[in-house]
Nanobody, 127 residues
């Protein structure tokens, strides 16, 4: 059974860093495509960063250069390092996984391309 459990969310001041973790069970993390999504109140869920089976990464333009996605196969954990946080980064953050064939970078940030989801962790950035 595949399970994804996020942690690391919290409140931080604008410009500060935060690192999210997603503990994975039920499969080897390197065999799945994984991604981080976020959803702010009243807005649609959007892709933030993705990592393909081969380790290649892709980011939404809004977080390019500030966020970094990575995985630790030994710990079977996915990470999202967030730097230079802005109030507009405030949202519930979710990790997601899918084992299907590789998709394009744009598709890798699409909600419909993921089968497994975590419960989310809240990130609040104050100005």
């Amino acid at each position: 059974q595949v399970q994804l459990v996020e942690s690391g969310g919290g409140s931080v001041q604008s410009g500060g860093p935060l690192r999210l973790s997603c503990a994975v069970s039920g499969y080897a993390i390197s065999t799945y495509r994984m991604a981080w999504f976020r959803q702010a109140p009243g807005k649609e869920r959007e892709g933030v960063a993705a990592i393909h089976h081969n380790g290649a990464t892709f980011y939404a333009e809004s977080v390019q250069g500030r966020f970094s996605i990575s995985r630790d196969s030994a710990k079977n954990t996915l990470y999202l390092q967030m730097n230079s946080l802005k109030p507009e980064d405030t949202a519930m953050y979710y990790c997601a996984a899918d084992r299907n064939l590789p998709v394009t970078n744009v598709q890798a940030l699409g909600v419909s391309w993921y089968h497994y989801w975590g419960q989310g962790t809240q990130v609040t950035v104050s100005s």
